[in-house]
């Protein structure tokens, strides 16, 4: 419900509820659209609707209503969804279709998104584009649990319970991907973390119309992930046996 501020104040709901509930400061009906926050390309970032969401033969065929943002756009090019990498599989204007196969449903929020739905989109990095944020490949680690929003005067922030074993990987003031959008990790419990949400951010992504219960995608950090992995394998050869970091 808008309290006549620019935020939204805290919902609780169903998981199945899908529908984003539009942030103020959005104009698709003007748009269809919406300029996605800085993630590894600011320039080429932007959101939309899911125009339509077929079944095909192994595989789900999402289509966004792309704009006019993405003229140049061609079959093979790489575009993140809620931070899923997804290639483009066919040009319909005004739509973009990505064939999404049964092991990314199962381990994304995408089995999640019907018609009419808003979702972060973001096309590949270029070279020699600005770097606003961190690395974010596109290769989603796991979902994680929005359990707990707080929105007052002085701040907002997302309480995210994330699988046990992405833990490791998430430490304070460290990165982390939430359905693509590049974040800052603002407090870690034993079993959850937090993130502060800016306004800008609360404008321009999705992150803060979405119910208690939302399964966020995530992606830990490229560079944390490596120096784990790294001292995990070296644990291993030295003591004959893996010990948890």
């Known amino acids: 419900m808008n309290d ?69 756009i061609k079959l093979g090019d790489s575009v993140a969804v809620n931070g899923v990498c997804l290639t483009v599989a066919d040009i319909s204007p005004p739509t973009v279709g990505f064939d999404v196969i049964p092991e990314t449903l199962r381990k994304t929020n995408l089995g999640l998104l019907a018609a009419g739905d808003i979702v972060n989109a973001e096309r590949s990095l270029r070279a020699g584009d600005r770097i606003d944020g961190h690395f974010v490949q596109g290769h989603v680690d796991a979902t994680g649990k929005l359990v707990e929003q707080i929105a007052d005067e002085k701040e907002w922030r997302l309480t995210i319970h994330p699988p046990a074993e992405l833990m490791k990987y998430i430490i304070p003031r460290g990165s982390i991907a939430i359905d693509g959008v590049s974040l800052t990790i603002a407090n870690v419990a034993s079993d959850r973390f937090e993130v502060a949400l800016i306004p800008t951010t609360l404008k321009l992504t999705t992150l803060g119309s979405r119910p208690i219960g939302w399964n966020f995608n995530l992606e830990a950090d490229i560079l944390a992930k490596t120096i784990v992995s790294n001292l995990e394998r070296m644990n291993l050869r030295s003591d004959g046996a893996s010990t948890p970091i």
Do not use: I, K
């Not at 899908?18 to 800085?38: E, K, M, N, S, T």
């Not at 289509?63 to 006019?68: D, E, H, K, Q």
């Open 4 to 72: 006549g501020e620019d935020r939204v104040e805290v919902r609780t709901g169903r998981a199945a509820d899908r529908r984003a509930v539009v942030q103020p400061g959005f104009d698709l009906a003007a748009h269809g659209r919406y300029p996605l926050l800085d993630v590894h390309g600011n320039s080429r970032a932007h959101g939309g609707w899911v125009a339509s969401v077929s079944q095909g033969t192994g595989f789900v065929r999402l289509n966004l209503a792309a704009a006019t943002h993405w003229a140049d």
